[in-house]
């Protein structure tokens, strides 16, 4: 199916509409321009942005959204504005262009995903981008501001940590949209692939508000593929094997409980995709546990989350599944193997992996003495690439050694509790 086949899902409220719905805003007047129409107050834009100053921009008309320009009826000038029918929002061009993947990061409060988001992104223009050969471009004006000022300036600028992020009752929650392209040389043959990413940042405590729920749905349901970040430090069996200066000191609140949380966004989705008891969700489904610098410690020696991904510029399928195993065994290690059933009984399909976003415990608001020293951050997004069919797999020679420590790992948890 061509893309111009394909319904379009607004990357700022997640309605999904047929493209021939995609309505056009006229370009309005400017100077060398000629006089275009009037700006005017956008009720539809006004109640998404819930201001009438920003919203207030020449009229939105009816055309072929099938198509990249359309002539405004009424003051008969060219627009290449698209913006979405249900919330105004002007959709990127090359967002209309590409087939987009909406990954929906979601997270107990706390539990690392602005800081994962950041570093990620980071990672991707910087060192990601030429071992896989691709490039990452922000498709909208307001994803490079808020990258910029609410993310890498402090993080990368400044060392600080991120603040809370705000829920979204109080502040909009802009999704940051970014195209993702990739340039393949096949033998005599050049291909690219490019798809467009969605990333939206939520406050943790927002999944279980009433009156949030149905952003949220759209949003999951709408989800290509979901990370779910999962803070150990959260897990109670895990206490023990982290280390003592990371422990959080107040107490535990509802909030910040990943079972909670990961249930509640189950449970969202389930009714979002209309699921019949016994069917499971189809969304490829990615746990992390993140803070992973925390646990290091505890782990053997020759566990994979001591070694780096192998950089093959390809999903190392060995590498993998050894990660796989030893956060799956972890999990057993700590009692929390219910949610590994649980995974199963509504995934069809789930990976878990290990990562840490700045690679050390921070001290008081600032990241820690050693810097930002990203750990497997790109590990999920290989794996949703791959399964996206933008990135091929192989196995590594060497690495089945990895496998079977992962493996051995976990016989022996089964024997310890045995
Ligand atoms: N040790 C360690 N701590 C981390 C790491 N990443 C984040 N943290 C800690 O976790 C805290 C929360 O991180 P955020 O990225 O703000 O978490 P969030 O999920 O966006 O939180 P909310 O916006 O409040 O829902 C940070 O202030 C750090 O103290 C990491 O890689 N390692
Ligand atoms: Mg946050
Ligand atoms: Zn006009
Ligand atoms: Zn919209």
Request: glycine share 8%; aromatic share 6%; hydrophobic share 35%.
């Amino acid at each position: 199916m061509t893309v111009r086949a394909q319904p379009i899902t607004c990357p700022y409220c997640f309605t999904m509409s047929p493209r021939r719905s995609v309505r056009f805003r006229c370009q309005g007047g400017a100077p060398g321009r000629g006089s275009g129409c009037p700006p005017e107050v956008d009720t539809v834009l006004a109640d998404y942005l819930g201001s009438t100053v920003a919203a207030t921009l020449p009229p939105v008309f009816d055309a072929d959204g099938r198509r990249q320009r359309a002539e405004c009826p009424a003051c008969r000038q060219e627009t290449f504005k698209r913006v979405c029918p249900a919330c105004h929002n002007q959709l990127p061009a090359q967002y209309c262009e590409t087939p987009g993947k909406i990954v929906a990061l979601v997270g107990a409060k706390n539990s690392g995903k602005s800081t994962y988001i950041s570093v990620l992104l980071h990672e991707l223009e910087h060192r990601l981008g030429s071992e896989l050969q691709t490039s990452l471009v922000a498709c909208d004006d307001r994803t490079i501001d808020r990258y910029q000022r609410d993310f890498a300036k402090p993080l990368f600028g400044e060392h600080r940590l991120l603040p809370t992020t705000q829920s979204a009752a109080t502040a909009i929650r802009w999704p940051m949209v970014y195209l993702l392209s990739r340039t393949r040389h096949k033998r005599f043959r050049r291909q690219d692939t490019s798809l467009t990413l969605v990333l939206f940042d939520t406050a943790g405590e927002d999944l279980g508000r009433r009156d949030l729920v149905d952003l949220h749905l759209r949003y999951l349901t709408a989800a290509d593929a979901i990370i779910f970040l999962v803070d150990p430090l959260e897990l109670p069996g895990a206490a023990a094997d982290t280390r003592a200066e990371a422990r959080p000191a107040d107490e535990h609140s509802p909030d910040a409980n990943p079972l909670h949380v990961l249930s509640r966004v189950t449970e969202t989705l389930r009714s979002g995709h209309e699921l019949r008891p016994g069917q499971r969700l189809k969304v490829p489904m990615a746990i992390a546990l993140t803070k992973i610098d925390v646990l290091q410690p505890s782990l053997e020696q020759q566990s994979p989350l001591h070694r780096p991904r192998p950089r093959t510029a390809e999903l190392d399928a060995d590498d993998r599944e050894a990660v796989h195993e030893q956060v799956r065994a972890m999990m057993h290690h700590w009692h929390t193997e219910g949610l590994d059933n649980y995974l199963d009984h509504n995934y069809a399909e789930h990976a878990f992996f290990g990562l840490s976003a700045l690679g050390g415990i921070p001290e008081g608001d600032s990241v820690g003495p050693g810097g930002i020293r990203p750990y497997r951050v790109e590990d999920p997004l290989l794996w949703l690439l791959h399964r996206f069919g933008m990135l091929e797999a192989s196995r590594s020679a060497g690495a089945g050694g990895l496998r079977e420590a992962g493996r051995g790992l976990l016989e022996a948890n089964r024997r310890n509790r045995g």
